[in-house]
C-alpha cells in the first residue's frame, strides 16, 4: 500500500508561481511513474505532468513551458513547480504514482495505481 500526501496548495495571482510536493510513503524503487492530475467541478480529471523513474516527462499541452514536473527518489518526492499561473489553472490538484512489477519467479505482475488526496489551487485574475 502507497500513501501519497500533497503540499504546498493555495491562493495565487496571475503571473505567479506555486510549487506543489508529494511524499510517498514507501520507498520509489518501486513506482514506476508518479506525477499530478488536476481536476475541475464537473469535469473528468486530466493529466497535467508525469514523470518515470527512468526521468522522462509527460506534460499535458495546456502547461508545457509554463510547468516544470522534477523527482527525488531518495526522498520518495515528487514536484510541480508553476510558474505563469492563469485563472484555468485554479483546480484541485492530485499527485498519481503507478505501481508495476513483477512479484514471483513466474512473472505475475502487481499493478496499481494510487492517488493522494489532493490540494486545492486557486489562481486569481
Known amino acids: 500500500q502507497v500513501q501519497l500526501v500533497e503540499s504546498g496548495g493555495g491562493l495565487v495571482q496571475a503571473g505567479g508561481s506555486l510549487r506543489l510536493s508529494c511524499t510517498a510513503s514507501?520507498?520509489?524503487?518501486?513506482?514506476?511513474?508518479m506525477g499530478w492530475y488536476r481536476q475541475v467541478p464537473e469535469k473528468q480529471r486530466e493529466l497535467v505532468a508525469t514523470m518515470t523513474s527512468g526521468g522522462s516527462t509527460n506534460y499535458d499541452d495546456s502547461v508545457k513551458g509554463r510547468f516544470t514536473i522534477s523527482r527525488d527518489n531518495a526522498l520518495n518526492t515528487v514536484y510541480l513547480q508553476g510558474n505563469t499561473l492563469k485563472p484555468e489553472d485554479t483546480a484541485v490538484y492530485y499527485c498519481?504514482?503507478?505501481?508495476?512489477?513483477?512479484?514471483?519467479?513466474?512473472?505475475?505482475?502487481?499493478?496499481?495505481?494510487?492517488w493522494g488526496q489532493g490540494t486545492q489551487v486557486t489562481v486569481s485574475s
Open positions: 498519481y504514482a503507478h505501481i508495476r512489477k513483477v512479484i514471483n519467479v513466474e512473472g505475475a505482475i502487481y499493478e496499481r495505481d494510487y
Open positions: 514507501r520507498g520509489s524503487s518501486s513506482i514506476n511513474v
